[in-house]
C-alpha cells in the first residue's frame, strides 16, 4: 500500500473517530486486508513517536479509534469480520510495543510511557473480543519478546496476567506447527509435510507458555518484573512449584541492588504455596553469598550486604504481618535447621536466619516462640558439645555439633551497625532471658548440665557486654533491665550485678548519662537487701571514684536513709557505707603506692580525703543510734580495719582513732583496784537487760586498729604521711576521768587490759557458773547477755595478745621479753577464761523450746580469716618453710628468719590442742560461712595476707570472673589451705603405719584420750575441703594444688593436680593404716580427692589438649582408680561413708579411664581390660564392687534365712569382706550404684538421641544410589547396644539382692524403670531408621532385659510390696538402714500422761506412712509396668517391620485381667453379708446360743481367711459387727447365719 493511500484511509479514519463514526470505522477496516491493517498501526504508532507536533502524542488516537471500529462492528453482529480486523490490530500493537517500548522505557521518555500504556488498556478492554487465535497469537509473541530480550515491556504487566488466564480458559484449538514447533511435532508424531495441525487446549497453551518462560533466560535487571508479572498469573500447584523454583534460581543472579525487591517478590509469590521452600531458598541464597563474603575477606562487600541483608529483613517482616502463615514457616525453619546434625556451619542455622528469627521476635505474636526456640537451640548445642567433650566413647560416632551460638551472637552484635539495627533489641531480650534461665535452672534439676547452664550464661554476658560498648542506642534499654532485675527479682539478680559490674569494668563513662537511674534504686532500698546493696556499690565503684556528681548524690542518698525510722534501712544504708569506705581507701593507697603525676596524685589523694572524712562522719552518727546499728557498724568496721590497703593508711587509722576515742573512755574502768577493765554493767539496760553498748564488737575493732598502728610505727618504710595522733588521744575538753588516761600510751592501756582479763574470774562480774543463762527468763536474760560480752572482750583481747607478738617479733631489733603482753603465756590465760565461759554458755544457755542456743565456744569468737591465717601459721607450723630460708613465704618477709625464729616460740599454743581445735572451728566457721553466700564475695569480706605468695593482683586477676575483694578473700581461702596441708596433711605423706608413728607427729595431732568432739586431724580435713569446695565454685582448684604443693609457675596445672591426688592418695593410706583408723578424716579427704579428680577429668576432656599432658592425666586418672578398688577390698573398717565417699571417688573418674594400665584386682576384669571390648574398661570398677556387693549379699542373707540357699554357695570363688560389706553398708551402697546408674543411663540416652544424626550424616555423605549398609551407624548401635547389655547385667546382680531396704530398693526399680526408657528409645530409632539392622547385641539386649530382668522385677515386687520379704538379722538396716525402726503395736494405748499421747501420735503418723508408702509403692510399680509394656509393644512392631522373630525373647506377663488371685477371693463373712438378703428365711434351723454362736463361728472363720496384701484396720473390724448389730435388729436369726457359713465353707 503506497504513502498516500495510506494517508487517505489514516485520514478517513481521524475523520470518521471525530464524528464518532465507529461502524463506519469498522466498515472501513474489515475492507481492508491484514498487511494493510497492519500498516496503519505501524503507520500511525511510529509518526505519533517521531512527530511530537503531529498532535497524537498523546495516545496514537488513530489506532483508538480503529479498536473502537473492529469492537462497533462486533457489536452490530458481524464478529467474524470484527475479531479478524481487532486481532490484526491487537497482534499489531503488540509487535509495536515489543519492537518500541523496550527502548522507550530505557530512553527514559513519559510521553511514550503514557502512549504505551494507553494502548494496553486498550487491549486488555477488547481482550473479551478477541478470538482465540488472537489471543494465542499475542501471548506467544510476548513470549518469544521474553526469550529474545529476557524481559517483558513494562506496559505488558497489567495486561499479560490477564492474558493468560484469557489463554487457559480457551477451549480445544487447532495449532499449526511451524518452525521449530513442526520440527518437534515431525519427531512426537512421526508425520512429514510443510505444517502439521495439532489439537490443543487453552489450559496446555498455558502451562506451555508458563514453563518455556521458566526455561528462558532472564534478565538480571529485569528480573523483579519478571517475577512480578509471573506472580499475578493464575498458576496450579505445579506451575507454582516451577515458578518458584526458576524464581529462586534467579535470585542468585541478580545484583545485590536488586535482592531486596527480588526477596519480597518471593514473599509475595509465597501467599500461593511452598512458604517453607521459599524460606529456604531464600537463606541458601544469602547463605552463600556471605559464605563468599567471607572468603574473599572483601570488606566493603560484606558491609554492603549487611545493609542489602537489614532491608530483606524488612521486608520478610512486614510480608509475615500480612501473612501469618510465613513466620510459622520461619520459625519450623529455625527449628529444623537447629536440629539438624551436620558438619559445619553452612548446613546448619546460619547468621542471617538467626538474624531474621530475632527480627520476627519482634512480632508479639511470634515472640515466646522464638525466643523458646532459640533459647532452646542455644541450650541444647552447648550442652551436646559439652556432653560429646566428657563421653569418650561416643566420640569417634557422634558428629560435631554444627550450631555455634557464639559465632551467632557474635556476628549479630557485629552487624548491628550494618543494617542489623533493628534485631538488636530482640537479642537483647534474648540474653537476659537466657541469663535468667539459665540462673533458676541452676537451682532446681534441669535438662541441660551445670556446665552447659554456666557457659551459656557466660556466653550471654560477654554479648552483652560486646553489645553495650558498640551500640550506644541499645544501653538505655539495657541499664532499665539490668536495674529492674536487681530491684524486682531476687532469684536472679546476682548475675545482672555481675553484668553491671562488667559494663561499669569496661567503660565506666558510658553510663555516666544512667547516674540518676543507678541513683533511683538506692531511693528504693526497702525492696532490696543489703547484700544487693553492697554488690550494686562494688560494681558502681569506678564511677564512684571519677564522677564527683555521683558521688555525691550517693551520699546524699544514703545519708537520707541512715536517719529513717526502719531499722533495717539503716543497717542496709549502713552496709553501703562500708563499702564506701572500703572503695576509697583502697585508692588512696593505690594513689601512695604508684607512679602517679605528683600534681595528679596530690590532687586524688585530697579528693579520698575528704570523702573519707565525709563518710566518717556519718559513721560517727551511727555510733550513736541503737544497738542493732551500732553492732553492725562495728562488726563492718572490723572487716575493713583486716584490709592490707586500710592497714597501710595512716590517715584513715588516725581519722578513726579520733572517732572512737571517746566511746573507749565511756567504758574503761581505769581504776585497777577493779578486776574487769572494762565496765560491762553500763552495756546493759537496767531495766530490760538487753544489750544497750556492743562493747565486744567494739573492742575488737578497737584491738584491730592498735594491731595496724603498732604494724605501721613498726615498719621501716617511710610513710607518705605525717604521723598522727597515738591511739587513744583525748581532747582537752575531756572529763577528768579520762585525764589520767592521756598520760597513757596505747601499749601500756592494752596491757592493762589483756593483765587484767587474764586475772578475772566469772564471779567478777556478777555470774555463777551454776546459774540460770535461759534467754526466756530475765535474770537469765542478763546473766547471758552479761556472759557474751564478757566473751567478746576476751576473744578481742585473745586477738590482740597475739597479734602484738607477731608484731613484735616482725622485726629482728625487736624483742618481747620485757613486754608481757608480747609473751605467748598471756595469750593461754586469755583463752582459758574464754573457754570457761564458752564452755558455761554452751552448757546452761537454753532458748524457751530448750534448745541450746550456743553449739560451742567458737561460734562466740569474731575472729576474722584474715587475723587466723596470721595465727594458724605459727599454730600449723610447716617444716618445709622451717627448714628453707629461701622458701616462698620467707622471701616475702621482711626478716627472712621470723618464722623460723618464732615457731618455736609459739610452742604453747600447737602445744594446746583444744586452743588448736579453736582456731581451725573458727576457720571452719569462716570459710563455710564464705561457701554459702554465693560465688560473689562481697566488698567487704576479709582479705589475705599480703605475703601470700600466690595472692592474685591487680595484674593477674581475672576481672571477668572476680572483683578484686573477691580475689584477695579468695587468696585468704588459697593461704588457709596451705597452711592446713603443710602443718598437718604434710605428715602423713611418708608415714606408712610403723610402730612409732605417734611419735612422729607433732603435739597437736598426737591422739589423747578422754578428748571430747572432733580432734585436729578431723578439724583440719574439713577445713581443707571447706575451702576446696569455695574454690571449687569460683572454679580456681587448680590454683589450690599449685599452693598447698609450692610449685613453680612453669608446671601445668594438669601435672600439679595430678600431683596433688597423688599425695592425697598417700594420706588416705595413712589414715587407714593407722591404729585407731581414721575413718571420718579419711572420708573428707575421698571428698576432696572427688572434687580434684572432677577438675582433672573435666581440664583433659578438651579436645584442644596437649596428648603428652592427657597421657600423664589418663594415667593418674587409672592409678587413682587402682588404688580406689584396693582399699574398697582391703582391710578398713565398717564405715558407710568411707565406702560410699570410695564409690564416688571411683565414679567420678570412671568416664575418663583409659586401657593402659589399670590396676585390677581379678583375672576377670583384667581379661576385659585386654579383650575385645576396651570401650567398657571404665565400667570394670563399678562392676565389681557390685559384683562383690552381691557375693556378700548372697552369703549374709544365707546366715539369716536359716541356710535357705546354702545350694548356691558353691558360685562365689572367695568370700567377701564381711567387715566392710554388711547388712548395714550394703544398702548404702546400692543407694550410690542407683544413683551412678541414673546418671549413666543419663549419659546412654543423650547418646541413643544421637543416633538418628548419626545415619543422617552417613547416608547424606553417600552417594545418591548407594545401597551399602550404613556400616558406621551400625558400629556405633552395637557399642550402644553392648553398653546397655553391661549395665543391664549389673543391674540383674543388684536385682537379686534381697534386702536393699525401701529407698535403695525403691531406687533400683527407678533405676530399671529408667533403663527400659533408653532401650525404648533405642528400639524408636531403628523403627525410625530403616537403614539400622537388627543386629546381635540388640537381641542379646533384648532377651536381657525382656526375659531376666522383668522375671526379677516381677519377682521383687511379690517379695517387697506384698509383705513376702525375707526377714533381715536382728539389729541389721535391711529396712533402709534404721534399725530402730520397729512397728508400732495396733491400738497400743498402755501408756499414761505424756508418753501415751506420743505413742497415740506414733500410731496416726505409722498409719500416715503407711498410706503414703502404699500410694508410692503402686505409683513406682505401675510406672515400670508401663514401661514394660511400652518396651514389649515397639519390639514387637520392630519385629513386624523387619520380618524378624523377636516375640520369644519377651516375658510373657500374666493376664492381670481375668486371673484368679486367692488375695481377691471374698472371706465367707463377705460372701454371708452379700448374699443375706437373696437367700429364703425359713430353710435353715435356728441357732440354740444365739448371738453368742455367731461370733464364735465368726472367730473361727477369721483364722482360716487368707492374708491380704492390705492390712485390716481397728475401725474395719469394728464396722463389721456393727453391721451384725444392725442383721440382729432386722429379725434374722444368728444360727441361720452359722449353717449357711458352714455349707458354703465346705
Request: proline residues 4%; aromatic residues 6%.
Amino acid at each position: 500500500m503506497n504513502s498516500n493511500k495510506l494517508a487517505e484511509t489514516l485520514g478517513k479514519i481521524s475523520g470518521f473517530g471525530r464524528e464518532k463514526s465507529f461502524v463506519e470505522i469498522g466498515q472501513l477496516l474489515a475492507g481492508q486486508d491484514a498487511n494493510t491493517l497492519y500498516s496503519l498501526v505501524e503507520t500511525d504508532l511510529g509518526a505519533s513517536s517521531n512527530d511530537e507536533s503531529h498532535g497524537f502524542s498523546a495516545g496514537a488516537p488513530t489506532t483508538l479509534y480503529m479498536f473502537k471500529g473492529a469492537s462497533a462492528l462486533i457489536e452490530k453482529g458481524a464478529v467474524s469480520a470484527g475479531q479478524s480486523v481487532l486481532g490484526t490490530i491487537a497482534t499489531a500493537c503488540v509487535a509495536q510495543v515489543c519492537e518500541d517500548g523496550s527502548e522507550d522505557e530505557e530512553v527514559g521518555e513519559s510521553s511514550a510511557t503514557k502512549r504505551w500504556a494507553a494502548i494496553c488498556d486498550k487491549l486488555l478492554e477488547s481482550l473479551p473480543q478477541q478470538s482465540p487465535r488472537s489471543v494465542i497469537d499475542i501471548s506467544f509473541r510476548i513470549l518469544a519478546e521474553l526469550k529474545t530480550c529476557g524481559s517483558t515491556p513494562s506496559p505488558f504487566h497489567g495486561f499479560l496476567p490477564m492474558l493468560l488466564d484469557t489463554l487457559g480458559a480457551i477451549g480445544e484449538v487447532e495449532i499449526v506447527a511451524k518452525g521449530q514447533m513442526l520440527a518437534a511435532a515431525r519427531t512426537q508424531d512421526k508425520s512429514t509435510g510443510d505444517q502439521i495441525s495439532v489439537m490443543r487446549t487453552g489450559g496446555s497453551l498455558k502451562a506451555y507458555w508458563i514453563d518455556a518462560a521458566c526455561a528462558y533466560r532472564w534478565d538480571p535487571k529485569a528480573s523483579v518484573a519478571v517475577c512480578a508479572l509471573l506472580r499475578e498469573i493464575v498458576l496450579s500447584d505445579r506451575q507454582i512449584q516451577s515458578v518458584a523454583k526458576r524464581m529462586l534460581r534467579q535470585l542468585k543472579l541478580v545484583e545485590y541492588t536488586e535482592l531486596p525487591a527480588m526477596v519480597y517478590q518471593l514473599l509475595l509469590f509465597a501467599r500461593k504455596g511452598l512458604k517453607h521452600e521459599i524460606i529456604a531458598g531464600i537463606f541458601e541464597v544469602f547463605d552463600s553469598l556471605e559464605n563468599e563474603s567471607m572468603q574473599h575477606e572483601q570488606r566493603k562487600k560484606w558491609r554492603e550486604l549487611g545493609d542489602i541483608e537489614g532491608t530483606v529483613m524488612l521486608h520478610i517482616n512486614y510480608s509475615i504481618k500480612q501473612d501469618f502463615e510465613l513466620g510459622s514457616a520461619l520459625i519450623g525453619y529455625g527449628r529444623d535447621k537447629s536440629e539438624m546434625a551436620t558438619d559445619g556451619s553452612a548446613h546448619g542455622i546460619s547468621a542471617f536466619s538467626f538474624a531474621c528469627l530475632l527480627s520476627l521476635a519482634r512480632i508479639h505474636r511470634f515472640e515466646k516462640d522464638v525466643t523458646d526456640l532459640l533459647r532452646a537451640a542455644i541450650l541444647r548445642s552447648t550442652n551436646d558439645r559439652i556432653s560429646l567433650e566428657t563421653t569418650f566413647w561416643a566420640r569417634p560416632y557422634v558428629p560435631a555439633i554444627s550450631f555455634d551460638a557464639q559465632r551467632l551472637l557474635k556476628a549479630t552484635v557485629a552487624r548491628a551497625s550494618y543494617g542489623w539495627d533493628q534485631v538488636t533489641q530482640s537479642l537483647i531480650q534474648l540474653c537476659l532471658g537466657l541469663l535468667d534461665y539459665t540462673y533458676s535452672a541452676a537451682k532446681r534439676s534441669s535438662k541441660y548440665s551445670h556446665e552447659a547452664l554456666i557457659e551459656t550464661r557466660q556466653l550471654c554476658m560477654e554479648t552483652l557486654r560486646t553489645a553495650f560498648a558498640g551500640h550506644a542506642f541499645v544501653r538505655t534499654e539495657l541499664v532499665d533491665q539490668i536495674l529492674s532485675r536487681v530491684m524486682f527479682q531476687e532469684d536472679s539478680h546476682e548475675c545482672f550485678l555481675d553484668l553491671l559490674r562488667h559494663l561499669v569494668s569496661d567503660d565506666h563513662e558510658a553510663l555516666r548519662d544512667y547516674h540518676s537511674k543507678i541513683i533511683s534504686v538506692f531511693d528504693s532500698i526497702s525492696v532490696i537487701t543489703p547484700a544487693t546493696v553492697e554488690k550494686l556499690l562494688g560494681a558502681t565503684a569506678p564511677m564512684l571514684l571519677d564522677d564527683p556528681q555521683f558521688r555525691s548524690s550517693l551520699l546524699l542518698v544514703l545519708r537520707k536513709i541512715l536517719f529513717t525510722h526502719s531499722i533495717d534501712d539503716r543497717r542496709t544504708a549502713l552496709s553501703g557505707l562500708f563499702v564506701l569506705v572500703g572503695c576509697f581507701v583502697t585508692e588512696l593507697d593505690k594513689c601512695q603506692t604508684q607512679d602517679m603525676v605528683g600534681r595528679a596524685r596530690k590532687q586524688r589523694a585530697d579528693m579520698l580525703m575528704s570523702v573519707l572524712l565525709e563518710v566518717l562522719g556519718l559513721l560517727r552518727r551511727c555510733f550513736m543510734q541503737q544497738p542493732e546499728v551500732r553492732t553492725m557498724s562495728y562488726e563492718r568496721l572490723a572487716l575493713i580495719l583486716d584490709d592490707p590497703c586500710v592497714g597501710r593508711s595512716r590517715f584513715f587509722l588516725n581519722a578513726l582513732c579520733g572517732t572512737m576515742q571517746s566511746e573507749f573512755a565511756k567504758y574503761y574502768n581505769e581504776n585497777r583496784a577493779y578486776d574487769s577493765p572494762i565496765n560491762i554493767t553500763q552495756c546493759i539496760n537496767p531495766t530490760t537487760y538487753k544489750v544497750i553498748m556492743p562493747i565486744s564488737s567494739f573492742l575488737q575493732c578497737l584491738a584491730k586498729l592498735a594491731s595496724n598502728l603498732a604494724a605501721l610505727s613498726q615498719s621501716s618504710e617511710p610513710s607518705a604521711q605525717p604521723s598522727g595522733p597515738s591511739l587513744l588521744l583525748l581532747s582537752s575538753s575531756s572529763s577528768s576521768s579520762s585525764g589520767a588516761l592521756l598520760q597513757q600510751s596505747s601499749q601500756d592501756i592494752w596491757k592493762d587490759v589483756c593483765v587484767r582479763f587474764s586475772k578475772t574470774q566469772i564471779e567478777d562480774f556478777e555470774l555463777d557458773p551454776t546459774g540460770d543463762y535461759s534467754i526466756g527468763d530475765p535474770v537469765g536474760l542478763r546473766n547471758y547477755n552479761i556472759a557474751l560480752m564478757v566473751s567478746g572482750c576476751l576473744d578481742a583481747s585473745l586477738e590482740h595478745a597475739m597479734m602484738h607478738f607477731i608484731h613484735s617479733n616482725a622485726c629482728s631489733s625487736c624483742s618481747n621479753g620485757d613486754c608481757e603482753l608480747g609473751s605467748p603465756d598471756m595469750a593461754m590465760k586469755l583463752f582459758s577464761k574464754f573457754s570457761r565461759i564458752g564452755d558455761i554458755l554452751c552448757s546452761l544457755c537454753l532458748d524457751d523450746r530448750k534448745k541450746r542456743v550456743v553449739g560451742a565456744p567458737s561460734e562466740l569468737s569474731l575472729m576474722s580469716l584474715y587475723q587466723l591465717t596470721h595465727f594458724l601459721q605459727l599454730v600449723l607450723p610447716d617444716r618445709g618453710r622451717m627448714r628453707n630460708e629461701m622458701h616462698p613465704l620467707n622471701t616475702l618477709e621482711r626478716n627472712r628468719f621470723w618464722y623460723m625464729s618464732n615457731v618455736d616460740k609459739a610452742s604453747p599454743w600447737s602445744g594446746n590442742q583444744s586452743f588448736v581445735k579453736h582456731l581451725l572451728e573458727i576457720a571452719l566457721a569462716r570459710v563455710s560461712c564464705r561457701l554459702v553466700a554465693s560465688r560473689n564475695i562481697n566488698f567487704s569480706a576479709n582479705l589475705a595476707p599480703t605475703s601470700f605468695p600466690t595472692a592474685p593482683d591487680a595484674s593477674t586477676t581475672n576481672t571477668e570472673t572476680t572483683t578484686a575483694a573477691a580475689a584477695a578473700a579468695t587468696a585468704a581461702v588459697l593461704m588457709t589451705a596451705y597452711i592446713v596441708y603443710n602443718g598437718v596433711f604434710r605428715y602423713y605423706t611418708n608415714i606408712q603405719g610403723t610402730a612409732d608413728m605417734d611419735a612422729e607427729l607433732p603435739v597437736y595431732l598426737r591422739a589423747r584420750s578422754g578428748t571430747r568432739g572432733r580432734s585436729v586431724l578431723q578439724l583440719s580435713a574439713e577445713l581443707l575441703l571447706s575451702c576446696a569446695n569455695m574454690l571449687s565454685t569460683n572454679d580456681m582448684l587448680d590454683e589450690m594444688a599449685s599452693t598447698v604443693l609450692v610449685l613453680d609457675s612453669s608446671i601445668a596445672r594438669e601435672e600439679a593436680m595430678a600431683r596433688l591426688l597423688a599425695n592425697l592418695c598417700a594420706i588416705v593410706t595413712s589414715f587407714l593404716s593407722q591404729k585407731p583408723v581414721a575413718a571420718k578424716e579419711s572420708v573428707h579427704i575421698l571428698l576432696l580427692m572427688n572434687l580434684v579428680a572432677a577438675r582433672l577429668s573435666r581440664l583433659s576432656s578438651s579436645p584442644a589438649m596437649d596428648p603428652q599432658v592427657q597421657n600423664k592425666v589418663y594415667r593418674s586418672i587409672n592409678s587413682t582408680v587402682g588404688w580406689g578398688l584396693r582399699i574398697a577390698f582391703g582391710e578398713i573398717p565398717e564405715d558407710t561413708n568411707l565406702l560410699k565417699a570410695l564409690f564416688v571417688l571411683l565414679t567420678t573418674c570412671q568416664p575418663f579411664l583409659q586401657p593402659m594400665d589399670l590396676l585390677f584386682t581379678s583375672d576377670a576384669l583384667a581379661d576385659m581390660s585386654h579383650g575385645n571390648e576396651p570401650d567398657l574398661v571404665e565400667l570394670a570398677p563399678v562392676n565389681q564392687i557390685v559384683a562383690t556387693v552381691r557375693s556378700a549379699s548372697k552369703i549374709l542373707l544365707a546366715d539369716t534365712l536359716d541356710d535357705a540357699e546354702n545350694n548356691n554357695e558353691d558360685e562365689e570363688d572367695e568370700e567377701p569382706n564381711l567387715e566392710v560389706y554388711t547388712l548395714r553398708t550394703i544398702p548404702a551402697l546400692i543407694t550410690a550404684i542407683s544413683t551412678w546408674f541414673k546418671a549413666e543411663l543419663h549419659r546412654i540416652e543423650w547418646v541413643v538421641g544421637q543416633l538418628s544424626r548419626c545415619v543422617r550424616l552417613e547416608k547424606a555423605s553417600r552417594p545418591p544410589h548407594d545401597d551399602e549398609a550404613l556400616h558406621e551407624s551400625i558400629v556405633f548401635e552395637r557399642r550402644v547396644c553392648l553398653r546397655v547389655r553391661f549395665l543391664a547385667q549389673m543391674l540383674d546382680q543388684l536385682l537379686s539382692i534381697h534386702f536393699t531396704g525401701k529407698v535403695s530398693g525403691d531406687l533400683v526399680i527407678r533405676a530399671l524403670n529408667d533403663l527400659h526408657k533408653i532401650f525404648l528409645l533405642l528400639t524408636k530409632a531403628k523403627l525410625s531408621c530403616t537403614d539400622l539392622p537388627i543386629t546381635e547385641e540388640y537381641i542379646v539386649t533384648l532377651s536381657l532385659i525382656c526375659q531376666n530382668l522383668n522375671t526379677r522385677a516381677y519377682s521383687m515386687f511379690l517379695d517387697k510390696y506384698t509383705g513376702n520379704e525375707p526377714p533381715a538379722a536382728p539389729g541389721s538396716y535391711a529396712s533402709g538402714g534404721d534399725a530402730k525402726a520397729v512397728p508400732f503395736a495396733k491400738g497400743d494405748d498402755s501408756g499414761k500422761g505424756k508418753k501415751g499421747k506420743e505413742k497415740s501420735f506414733a500410731n496416726v503418723l505409722s498409719s500416715r506412712n503407711s498410706k503414703s508408702k502404699v500410694l508410692r509403692d503402686s505409683a513406682l510399680v505401675s510406672s515400670l509396668v508401663f514401661q514394660m509394656e511400652q518396651t514389649e509393644k515397639h519390639v514387637i512392631q520392630l519385629s513386624t517391620k523387619f520380618k524378624v522373630p523377636l516375640a520369644h525373647h519377651l516375658k510373657r506377663s500374666t493376664a492381670r485381667d481375668f486371673r484368679i488371685e486367692a488375695a481377691a477371693i471374698p472371706s465367707p463373712m463377705g460372701m454371708f453379708q452379700s448374699q443375706q438378703l437373696s437367700e429364703p428365711e425359713d430353710d435353715e434351723p435356728h441357732h440354740p446360743d444365739g448371738v453368742s454362736g455367731y461370733e464364735e463361728a465368726r472367730s473361727s472363720d477369721e483364722e482360716t481367711e487368707v492374708m491380704l496384701d492390705v492390712e485390716v484396720s481397728e475401725d474395719a473390724s469394728n464396722l463389721g459387727t456393727r453391721d451384725t448389730d444392725v442383721m440382729d435388729l432386722d429379725g434374722e436369726d444368728p444360727e441361720e447365719h452359722q449353717s449357711k457359713r458352714q455349707r458354703r465353707h465346705r
